[in-house]
């Protein structure tokens, strides 16, 4: 038995790495997944995967710190399979190593807009619409940036930590709505990111794992597919660590 028969479903970034993981997962389970993204060719790209694997799938380009961009991407859903019942709020970026007082606010406000401010857009636009129609669960992509100090990553790490504030606030402000709100943290994950690094470098990353390894994007498709599904119906406003162990 397939988890999200007859759902539909939104990933944000989902051209590649974690987003494109996850959208790949849900439409295994059975949901019609809207792919969203900035970059096209990515995002074209998520959806023949998909539809090869005999899933259901359609793109919708979306930036996500646009409010015109994040409600369109709910109506394109609802227009395209007929409603929207799953959202993960994946879309973010980083930012180059600096200390606090080097940063400029071009680079704190890049960040920021992406990744604070998108997941909140993309929040609003969704629960909005969940609360006309019956109910939805959203999972928001956090970070162990999120729970934990990152010096020379502060943009990153604010964003996150209030993302991490987004999911909580949401999950009890929707907790009699028939809305799910929680989030995952990863960790150190090889995205392609990580995979274009030296060995020598990755290993190090790997290191700092207590389990001596990086995660897989579908590690994190995992833990979102149980946040999403029935199987944790009794669980919201939970930030979900998936970082083999760096967390403790």
């Known amino acids: 038995m397939m ?19 996850i959208a790949q997962r849900l439409a295994a389970e059975g949901a019609a997944v809207v792919v969203s993204d900035v970059n096209d060719e990515a995002g074209a790209a998520t959806v023949a995967l998909i539809v090869e694997a005999g899933g259901n799938a359609a793109y919708q380009r979306a930036d996500v710190s646009s409010p015109e961009d994040v409600t369109a991407l709910v109506e394109f859903a609802v227009e395209t399979f007929g409603g929207l019942h799953l959202a993960v709020n994946n879309a973010g970026i980083g930012s180059m190593p600096k200390e606090l007082q080097d940063l400029t606010l071009p680079e704190w406000d890049r960040t920021i807009n992406v990744t604070l401010r998108g997941t909140f857009l993309s929040m609003q636009a969704e629960i909005s619409h969940f609360r006309a129609n019956g109910g939805g669960n959203i999972v928001n992509i956090a970070s162990i940036a999120g729970i934990r100090a990152t010096p020379q990553l502060t943009p990153y790490g604010a964003a996150k930590h209030g993302v991490i504030s987004l999911t909580r606030s949401a999950a009890l402000e929707n907790a009699q709505q028939g809305i799910r709100v929680n989030a995952v943290a990863p960790g150190a994950i090889e995205t392609a990111s990580l995979a274009e690094l030296p060995e020598e470098a990755k290993a190090g990353y790997a290191a700092e794992v207590p389990m001596h390894r990086l995660g897989k994007p579908e590690e994190i498709a995992n833990a979102v597919v149980w946040l999403l599904s029935e199987e944790s119906s009794f669980v919201t406003g939970v930030v979900l660590p998936v970082d083999g162990g760096t967390n403790a």
């Open 3 to 21: 988890f999200f028969e007859s759902k539909v479903a939104l990933v944000t970034a989902s051209g590649a790495g974690i987003g494109r993981a």
